[in-house]
């Protein structure tokens, strides 16, 4: 199975900070890599795609970007709403993998 | 407005089964694969399976922790996916999600919680 991992598990960030997420897969998915945002007590939401494609009506202070091995999800200028936890998503092969979640909390 | 709800989740003993069952609207069902993802505090998000449209043969694939046990399956007339789960295990506790999903996983119900335990 594909491993992934991301870091940092916890991160404490002010509104108006630049946020970055990395998720590191054990081997090579090329660009099959999505990111997610989950809220308590909701389903996760699907961020981006195809490792830098924004889904539709995601703001676009999201991006996301890498390939191979190494991906990042950026928050340009967090806002409020998103305080959450986050995951990364590999499906280059079966069966797909998720990473084990990083929390964003206020600072 | 696509739409998945999940129904059937329950408290079970450890090697009885369960199936779980997802009503869909909203979306031309025979148009799409369907996954199921579970979530729990021990293990996090895990895919559990996914079936293909009818189109492509209804074919299933599964994590290896349930494969043999578990079976998803579709009801295209009725709109339906199932998820049969047999041999429950104390480690099968959690929500479970069905998905709308072709790789990324675009649609998510509200889920059901499985419960597994003497």
């Known amino acids: 199975d594909i491993q992934m991992t991301q870091s940092p598990s916890t991160l404490s960030a002010s509104v108006g900070d630049r946020v970055t997420i990395t998720c590191r897969a054990s081997q090579s998915i090329y660009s099959w890599l999505a990111w997610y945002q989950q809220k308590p007590g909701k389903a996760p939401k699907l961020l981006i795609y195809?490792?830098?494609t924004l889904e539709s009506g995601v703001p676009s202070r999201f991006t996301g970007s890498g390939s191979g091995t190494e991906f990042t999800l950026t928050i340009s200028s967090l806002q409020p709403d998103d305080f959450a936890t986050y995951y990364c998503q590999q499906y280059s092969a079966y069966p797909w993998t998720f990473g084990q979640g990083t929390k964003v909390e206020i600072k | 407005e696509m739409q998945l709800a999940e129904s059937g989740g329950a408290l079970v003993q450890p090697g009885r089964s369960l199936r779980l069952s997802c009503t869909t609207s909203g979306f031309t069902f025979e148009d799409y694969g369907l996954s199921w993802v579970r979530q729990s505090p021990v293990r996090g998000l895990e895919w559990v399976g996914l079936i293909r449209r009818t189109n492509l043969g209804g074919t299933t694939e599964y994590a290896a922790s349930v494969k043999g046990r578990f079976t998803i399956s579709r009801d295209d007339s009725r709109k339906i996916a199932y998820l049969q789960m047999n041999s429950l295990k104390i480690e099968d506790t959690a929500l479970y999600y069905c998905?709308?999903?072709?790789?990324?996983?675009?649609?998510w119900g509200q889920g059901t919680l499985v419960t597994v335990s003497s």
């Open positions: 998905t709308l999903s072709s790789g990324s996983i675009e649609n």
């Open positions: 195809r490792a830098s």
